[in-house]
């Protein structure tokens, strides 16, 4: 069974960046669908962004369009999750996920997950 391990998380005031990083434990992970997911305290877990197996075009939540960017370095097993000017609004747990293709924002479709990794964002 593939593993995913999140890092990166911090806390940052608003306005700032930072990258959350996902290795996997297998190279397997290339044929799947790879997600970011966060959930807040109080409110249901939701996508943020995900990225299709090898080649495919990345996919953004409303909320974080122009701002989060998502990439994979295939080599290395990682998926990047880059976020910049962030707000309060963006702070939650982050979760990695991967899930078999096809590629869904349906959040039942993906059946691998981190730990998580606390983002705070502060105003």
């Known amino acids: 069974q593939v593993q995913l391990v999140e890092s990166g998380g911090d806390s940052v005031q608003a306005g700032g960046s930072l990258r959350l990083s996902c290795v996997a434990s297998e190279y397997t992970i290339r044929t799947y669908c790879m997600g970011w997911f966060r959930q807040a305290p109080g409110k249901e877990r939701e996508g943020v962004a995900r990225i299709t197996i090898i080649g495919g075009s990345p996919s953004y939540a409303d909320s974080v369009k122009g701002r989060f960017t998502i990439s994979q370095d295939n080599a290395e097993k990682m998926t990047y999750l880059q976020m910049n000017s962030l707000n309060a609004e963006d702070t939650a747990i982050y979760y990695c996920?991967?899930?078999?293709?096809?590629?869904?924002?349906?959040?039942?479709?993906?059946?691998?997950w981190g730990q998580g990794t606390q983002v705070t964002v502060s105003s």
């Open positions: 996920a991967a899930g078999p293709p096809p590629c869904t924002d349906d959040i039942s479709k993906y059946n691998i």
